[in-house]
T-cell receptor, first 113, second 113 residues
Framework: GENVEQHPSTLSVQEGDSAVIKCTYSDSASNYFPWYKQELGKRPQLIIDIRSNVGEKKDQRIAVTLNKTAKHFSLHITETQPEDSAVYFCAARTPEFGEKLTFGTGTRLTIIP | DAGVTQSPTHLIKTRGQQVTLRCSPK?????VSWYQQALGQGPQFIFQYYEEEERQRGNFPDRFSGHQFPNYSSELNVNALLLGDSALYLC????????????FGEGSRLTVL
């Protein structure tokens, strides 16, 4: 089955700087890659996603890039703000397994004011 | 527009007991998936339902079972509870013709003593 690795596990950046979180996946058939933000005690919230026919997608301060050849994708957050502090999860979906998402282990992002 | 709603939000059970968790999907959605999130880890896929049938199942024992009703709401049942079943149980809903894009509820936090 699919395996998703996520790095780093913790990340601290100064407010206003950029943050990058990287994930690799194992199944070349995976075609959908969402990113979720989870604040303490809250639900995972979909913040951006990308499908395999696209190399990059941007939404204001957040962008995701996908390299299908290398089987990795990354989340980029620019001009970080204190409210960006949370745990971020990447995930991958393989069509063979319906809507099953395989999640990474999470990155705890801390924005230092 | 109500999002995904889950009940109860918190519950405490003892080993060997049984538990039922409930989920109502986001308006317009027809699929429901259940995930288990242990503390400090990413969500793990349990199973997915649409058209009132289990469609995909993750690596969980038969003690975990579910049901989907005609109004698309769903239940997760866990029998013979173990200490290791303590976790946040997340329900996610989606639209079967736009697979992968899932919206999560706030979860039910189960503690097994």
């Amino acid at each position: 089955g699919e395996n998703v690795e996520q790095h780093p596990s913790t990340l601290s950046v100064q407010e206003g700087d950029s943050a990058v979180i990287k994930c690799t996946y194992s199944d070349s058939a995976s075609n959908y890659f969402p990113w979720y933000k989870q604040e303490l005690g809250k639900r995972p919230q979909l913040i951006i996603d990308i499908r395999s026919n696209v190399g990059e997608k941007k939404d204001q301060r957040i962008a995701v890039t996908l390299n299908k050849t290398a089987k990795h994708f990354s989340l980029h957050i620019t001009e970080t703000q204190p409210e960006d502090s949370a745990v971020y999860f990447c995930a991958a979906r393989t069509p063979e397994f319906g809507e099953k998402l395989t999640f990474g282990t999470g990155t705890r992002l801390t924005i230092i004011p | 527009d109500a999002g995904v709603t889950q009940s109860p939000t918190h519950l405490i059970k003892t080993r060997g007991q049984q538990v039922t968790l409930r989920c109502s999907p986001k308006s317009g959605h027809d699929t429901v998936s259940w995930y288990q999130q242990a503390l400090g880890q990413g969500p793990q896929f349990i199973f997915q339902y649409y058209e009132e049938e289990e469609r995909q199942r993750g690596n969980f024992p038969d003690r975990f079972s579910g049901h989907q009703f005609p109004n698309y709401s769903s239940e997760l049942n866990v029998n013979a509870l173990l200490l290791g079943d303590s976790a946040l149980y997340l329900c996610a809903s989606g639209y079967r013709y736009w697979p992968g894009e899932l919206f999560f509820g706030e979860g039910s936090r189960l503690t097994v003593l």
